[in-house]
């Protein structure tokens, strides 16, 4: 049978840093309560003229230095994002555009910060199948630009970043497995308030709004639905608990973390935390967790990582990744 791996990654945080202290003088807010209740002390924002498939680009661009390949290796695109450049083209062609590259398969996919690992899965399916020798896969957002800059609720927990990983076929996993979900009875609980087929004559009358949580509720089922998605990773692959390594979770909110590494016995030591550096990326932030503690020398490999996710829609989905 035939597998795919990870043969490089990489990622990219814009310039622009803004602290809690800075949000101090945006919104009735603290240090201390954003500390508190997330643990993010400052995220990035994207410039002006940096869209999502510009900050993929750079993520891409180290993802296929660290694999030891060039663009024109790359035959299949896929991009986790909630925050396209525009409706369409895809970010996926948008991001093949600037690479350079012509004719391969590209597209994007909207799971919120279950985009990256929904688009792991699908890359890794095109590769076992032997479809795709070199799969680049993102996760990107610019969530700074669909937040609401006047509610102090939701405005101190998004950043903007992007995250990738090259994957090449392999004869041994690689990708061990992947575990999609999705519920959509949760729809009222996390969303952004305008679409195309809605229509955006409230936003053309001048209302604003931006990213809408219940984020006692949210947090609630998150908590759950983790600690269903951990044992049914393990179960389904016979793994014990104490054979990971290193979790990666989605960086949303350090106590969510922290209820999933308990779950997992797991010392936060084992955990790969990133969430205080650029607060919740979305979709972007597991690639760019994991990037970050595979070039710190954390993660190498042969480690045993089981990456978890879980976000707007509601989707969730864990990967069990040898690396
Ligand atoms: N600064 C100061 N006070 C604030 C702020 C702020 N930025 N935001 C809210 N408050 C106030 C509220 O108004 C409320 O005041 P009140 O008691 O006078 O009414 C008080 O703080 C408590 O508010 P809660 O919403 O109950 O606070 P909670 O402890 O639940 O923390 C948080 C809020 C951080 C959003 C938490 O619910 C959470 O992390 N939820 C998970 C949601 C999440 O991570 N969403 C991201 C997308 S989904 C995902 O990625 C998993």
Known sequence: MRYSRIAGTGSYLPEKVLTNADLEKLVETSDEWIRARTGIERRHIAAPDETSSALAEHAARRALRAAGMTPADVDFIVVGTTTPDRIFPNTGSLLQQRLGIHGCPAFALETACSGFVYALSMADKFVRLGESRCALVVGVECLSRIVD??????????????????????????????????????????????????????????????????????????????????????????????????????????????????????????????????????????????????????????????????????????ALVRY
Not at 186 to 198: K, R, T
Not at 205 to 211: D, K, P, W, Y
Not at 250 to 268: G, V
């Open 149 to 318: 800059w006047t509610e102090r609720g939701t405005c101190v927990l998004f950043g903007d970043g992007a995250g990738a990983v090259v994957l090449t076929p392999a004869d041994e996993p690689g990708i061990i497995a992947t575990h999609l979900h999705s519920d959509g009875q949760y729809s009222d609980l996390l969303y952004f308030p305008y679409g195309p087929s809605q229509g955006f004559d409230r936003l053309r009358a001048g209302e604003t709004g931006g990213i809408a949580m219940r984020g006692n509720d949210v947090f609630k089922v998150a908590v759950r639905t983790l600690s269903r998605l951990v044992d049914e990773t393990l179960a389904k692959n016979g793994i014990d608990k104490h054979e990971i390594d290193w979790l990666v979770p989605h960086q949303a909110n350090l106590r969510i973390i922290q209820a999933a590494a308990e779950k997992l016995d797991l010392p936060m030591e084992k955990v790969v935390v990133t969430v205080q550096q650029h607060g919740n990326t979305s979709a972007a932030s597991i690639p760019l967790a994991f990037d970050t503690a595979v070039r710190d020398g954390r993660i190498r490999r042969g480690h045993l990582v089981l990456m978890e996710t879980f976000g707007g829609g509601f989707t969730w989905g864990s």
